[in-house]
Nanobody, 126 residues
Framework: QVQLVESGGGSVQAGGSLRLSCEVS????????MGWFRQAPGKEREGVAA???????SYTDSVKGRFTISKDNAKNTLYLEMSSLKPEDTAMYYC????????????????????WGQGTQVTVSS
């Protein structure tokens, strides 16, 4: 069973920075996508950033240049560095993963993820 546990959320003022972490445990395949998603109250969940097992990353337009996704394979940990935060970044942030038998060809914001963490709240005040 795959488990994902997020940490690092909190409250910051606009323009500030936060780093989210997601520790992954359990049996995993080497071909995978791991991503960060967020959901604000009254809004649909959206993909924020995702990274493929080959290291290629995808970002939604609203966070490009401000957020950076990375992973430490030795620690089985996924990160999201967030800077220049805006009030509209306020949301519950979720870590997610999906595993493939063969290498995945598309960007990692495309697939429907099937493993999810419990979420960590990020609140940005103006």
């Amino acid at each position: 069973q795959v488990q994902l546990v997020e940490s690092g959320g909190g409250s910051v003022q606009a323009g500030g920075s936060l780093r989210l972490s997601c520790e992954v445990s359990g049996y995993t395949y080497s071909n995978n996508c791991m991503g960060w998603f967020r959901q604000a109250p009254g809004k649909e969940r959206e993909g924020v950033a995702a990274i493929k097992s080959d290291g290629s990353a995808s970002y939604t337009d609203s966070v490009k240049g401000r957020f950076t996704i990375s992973k430490d394979n030795a620690k089985n940990t996924l990160y999201l560095e967030m800077s220049s935060l805006k009030p509209e970044d306020t949301a519950m942030y979720y870590c997610a993963a999906i595993f493939f038998v063969i290498p995945y060809r598309l960007g990692c914001l495309v697939p429907t993820y099937n493993y999810w963490g419990q979420g960590t709240q990020v609140t940005v005040s103006s």
